[in-house]
Structure formats: C-alpha cells, structure tokens
C-alpha cells in the first residue's frame, strides 16, 4: 500500500463513490495524499476538500483527467494542483460536458440501431450529475441485459473500435497541457500501457515533453513489476516524474485496486510537491500530512 494515490474517481464521473465516500475509504486505506482526479470536470472537488477538513493528516490535491486524442489512440492527462475556479477554464470544462452529453445520445442511438437498446433515461440515471461517459452506457447494457459486465459492453460495443463508439470533442495533448498549465496545473501522462501497442510511445512521449507535460504515471492500477520497470526507465530516460495511481471507479473488475493499493513510492510524490510549492500552486491544496 503506497501512502499516496494521485488518481481516482467519483460520482462527478464515472465513479461508483462519492467524494466524501472516497477520501474516506483512501483515508481508511491509510492514504495520506490523495488527489480526486475526475473526468473533464471539477465539481467534485468542493465536497471532496470538505471531507479532508475532517483529518488533520490528510493533503488534498486538487485535480482533473482530461481526455485527448491522437490519431489512432486516446491519451488521458492528468491536471494536478490546478486553479479549479478560473473562469475561462470552467467555461471549457463546461462546453465539454455538453459535448459528452451530446455524444453519448449518439451512442445510444447506434446501440437502438444494433438491435441493444438502452433508455437513454437510464444512462443519465447512472451518470447521476456528473460527466457522462461510456462507463455509464455500459451499466445500462448490462442492466437490460445485453451483456454481463461493464468489461463485456466495451469489448463488444463501446471500445474505440466497437460498432457503439462514438468520439468525443477532440483535443490534442497539446492544448488540454496548455490548459492545464494555464490553471497553473502540473500535467502528467495516464496510463501509459494502453499506448504500448501503437508503438510509437517514445516519440509521443518526446512530444509531450516539448508541450508541457512533466509526469508520467508508472505505478498504477495492475502494472507488473517489470511494466513498472518499463515505464520507469522511460520517465527517467525524458525526465519526468514517475508518479501513478489506482484510477480507482469502484466499478468491479479484475483490474480494479482500492484506492491507496499501488507501489507508488513517496520520493516521486515529494518531488511533485516540491515543484508544486515552487510555483506558488501548493496553496490551493489542503496539506496536512506528516512529513
Ligand atoms: P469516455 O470518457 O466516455 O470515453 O469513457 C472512458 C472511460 O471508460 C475510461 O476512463 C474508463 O473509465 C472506462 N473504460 C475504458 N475502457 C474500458 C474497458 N475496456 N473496460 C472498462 N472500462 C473502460
Ligand atoms: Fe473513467
Ligand atoms: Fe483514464
Ligand atoms: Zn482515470
């Protein structure tokens, strides 16, 4: 169990826990730093810094994954200590709800087509107020029983190649980093296994490094030990930080760790600290942990 967990989701996505429910169970887990790290969007993030007021010893990072995509592939970036309460960058995040809101309707519509259909009240249901997402349609499929399980529904319909996807606004890397970094954010790479298999990983990470980015996550969720070596090696060979995370959902599945259930060592965390109280970002966490 790591002391830190830099990645995880609520109800705001595509999360089964609340946010108090969810710094309280990385609390009980014995995680100390901790960063909510929803889906294009930040309204989670007031209750989650009300529930971390209840622990003298708990540092709050305030954060967002964003999504982006590449031709052929999706790359997640990962905001931390951003200015959450900027105004042009929440009128962005709102502008991207309402494309994901539009975007998912097609889904549905395509699944009506394919002879599965799913209500799309239902799918609003799972998504509660929070970000709409594919996770959310997968739990409609599997409640009308079409599929079995969230991981079924995306293997035959909703992965990026299934016959329900549908993509969303897209924004390149480069622009979700320059939008990050214009909260004053720290951006790192999400899980980089699923870019393995383009192949060209190096040469993206090169282009990363050239917008902005400054992490990369190497312990997260079910990496191997030697994937973590892989990964390590190439953070270290373009000079980011290893960091990571569980990208905990509480969705099931066999991938799934609680949150806090990573090898993530601390130096990296302090380095992210570090750089964060350097550029005067510290602030806008709530740090109480033990030093
Ligand atoms: P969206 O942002 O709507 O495109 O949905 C992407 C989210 O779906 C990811 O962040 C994951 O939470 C989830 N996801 C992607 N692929 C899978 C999969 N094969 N099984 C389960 N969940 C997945
Ligand atoms: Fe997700
Ligand atoms: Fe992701
Ligand atoms: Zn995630």
């Not at 887990?29 to 209750?47: K, M, Q, S, W």
């Not at 509480?250 to 601390?266: D, K, S, T």
Request: charged share 25%; aromatic share 6%.
């Amino acid at each position: 169990m790591s002391l830190a967990d830099l990645h995880c989701h609520s109800t705001f996505s595509d999360g089964r826990l609340t946010p108090t429910e969810l710094v309280d169970l990385a609390y009980r887990n014995g995680v100390r730093i901790f960063a909510l790290t929803d889906h294009d969007i930040v309204d989670g993030l007031p209750e989650a810094f009300e529930t971390a007021a209840r622990y003298d010893d708990f540092t709050l990072i305030p954060g967002i994954e964003m999504s982006t995509d590449v031709p052929g592939n999706e790359v997640h970036i990962l905001g931390h200590f951003i200015d959450w309460h900027d105004d042009a960058f929440l009128g962005r995040l709102r502008r991207l709800q309402e494309s994901r809101v539009g975007r998912a309707r097609l889904m549905v519509e395509r699944l009506v087509e394919l002879g599965k259909p799913v209500a799309w009240e239902r799918v609003q249901s799972f998504a509660g107020d929070g970000a709409v997402g594919r996770p959310h349609i997968a739990l409609a499929l599997v409640e009308a029983g079409h599929v079995s399980s969230v991981n079924e529904a995306f293997n035959l319909y909703l992965s990026r190649t299934g016959p329900a996807y549908v993509q969303r606004d897209r924004l390149t890397p480069e622009e979700v980093i320059g939008l990050l970094l214009g909260v004053g954010g720290i951006a790192t790479l999400a899980h980089p296994r699923e870019l393995l298999a383009a192949g060209n990983l190096e040469s993206l990470l090169e282009q990363l490094k050239g917008a902005g980015l400054t992490g990369m996550e190497v312990y997260y969720q079910d990496y191997l030990p030697d994937e973590i070596e892989t990964f390590r090696g190439m953070a270290e060979r373009h000079g980011f930080i290893p960091l990571g995370g569980s990208d905990y959902h509480g969705l099931g599945g066999p991938q799934q760790r609680e949150p806090g259930n990573i090898p993530l060592p601390m130096e990296p965390v302090e380095q992210l600290l570090e750089l964060a109280r350097e550029r005067g970002a510290l602030e806008r966490a709530r740090v109480a942990h033990a030093r």
